[in-house]
């Protein structure tokens, strides 16, 4: 049994639905925390962006987890993180009528970061939570073909998004899953590449991840910035599995958790990515997805059928199907949720 020291899993990732008003400060309360990131998204309409903003870039910076498109500024999508939530503008982020979903992360210190001998970027702003593995970095790039930038986790991230701020770059994604020579995208949908590329072939340690010249993730004038998760027992897991590619003997994704958020890539399968979370997926075996490099709708599909049980994820998807394509691909994903039970021992609730 996996114990965990968060026994409530909203004090660091919350999950937060609200329908939109179109009215200046209108505060969403009952997160639990206050977030350092938000990723936002109208799941009613199509053809409308994902947000990413983040305490560390400042509350009017948002750029697309959807698109390669750089950083620019709008005053009228947040105007606060606050204690037990955040306060929305009147802007894309509350469409009267539409509704939103929100995914939301807790931040921590943003001083003090480690460093070491081999560290030779040091982060402009940061912000870094040891408590539920979840960092974000920002650095001015420096055209250095190996730079190694402190992450602040204390640990190895196994998963880590870079964006390019200020030039329309596609989201790199590293995944110890893949490797480190593998490369994806959070706001592309082509097959993952190899090559020795983007992470310097380096496996990120405990203080540092690598990072080449290339433009998507270290170009020298344009700031960046990295948002890595490591696991911690209980609440993150960053999975990798073959599939089965058959509608029977399906994959179990043991995480030692009751799953709450669930992204997923296939990294020999194009367009195979998405989102399921317990909003829009209450009870099992879930129909519905977010897709995260696409500007539609939540879309109702079997395509990523699974059960999120307490203590880990079982596809039920049939062959063919976007979570189940083919035998021997590999998938890799990150899972967010909430511990059987807690270091208090209090149980988590199962569904």
């Known amino acids: 049994m996996a114990y965990t020291t968060i026994s409530n899993y909203t004090s660091q990732f919350a999950v937060k639905q609200h329908t939109g008003n179109a009215t200046d400060n209108t505060a969403i309360t009952g997160v639990g925390h206050q977030p350092s990131i938000i ?9 409308t962006n994902h947000y990413f903003i983040d305490s560390v870039r400042g509350v009017t910076k948002r750029i697309y987890p959807s ?18 939530g955040y306060t929305l503008g ?23 970061i480690t460093t070491n001998g081999t560290t030779s970027i040091t982060p402009s702003y940061y912000n870094f939570n040891q408590t539920n593995g979840m960092s974000i970095i920002k650095w001015a790039g420096n055209g250095v073909n190996g730079a190694y930038i402190p992450h602040g986790l204390g640990k190895a991230p196994k998963m880590i998004w870079v964006k390019c701020l200020g030039l329309s770059e596609d989201w790199q994604v590293y995944a110890e899953g893949a490797g480190n020579q593998g490369r994806g995208w959070l706001s ?22 690598k990072v080449s010249n290339d433009t ?71 129909g519905k997805v977010v897709y995260p490099h696409s500007s539609n709708a939540v879309a109702t599909t079997g395509d990523y ?21 083919t035998y021997g691909n590999t998938y890799v994903a990150l899972a967010i949720g909430q511990s059987l039970v807690g270091s208090n021992n209090v149980p988590a609730n199962g569904r």
């Open 216 to 286: 998507h993730v270290n170009v020298n004038g344009h700031d960046f910035v990295a948002y890595c998760f490591a696991d911690i027992t209980g609440y993150q897991k960053i999975l990798s599995w073959t599939t089965s590619g058959e509608a029977t003997h399906t994959p179990f994704l043991y995480c030692g958790f009751a799953p709450k958020f669930f992204l997923l890539w296939n990294t020999n399968n194009g367009g195979r990515q998405g989102i399921v979370d317990i909003y829009n997926a209450p009870y099992n075996p879930n």
């Open 90 to 112: 009147d802007g894309s982020m509350n469409q009267s009528g539409k509704s939103h979903i929100n995914y939301l992360w807790k931040g921590g210190a943003t001083s003090g």
């Open 39 to 47: 990723w936002s998204k109208n799941i009613t309409d199509s053809g």
């Open 67 to 84: 698109s390669s498109s750089a950083e620019g500024t709008d005053a009228t999508l947040l105007k606060s993180f606050d204690s037990d």
């Open 188 to 209: 592309y949908s082509n097959t993952w590449t190899t090559s020795s590329g983007e992470w310097g072939s380096f496996t990120p340690d405990a203080v540092n991840f």
């Open 305 to 325: 059928a699974c059960d999120l049980l307490s203590n880990g994820i079982k596809v039920r998807a049939s062959a063919t199907s976007n979570i189940n394509h």
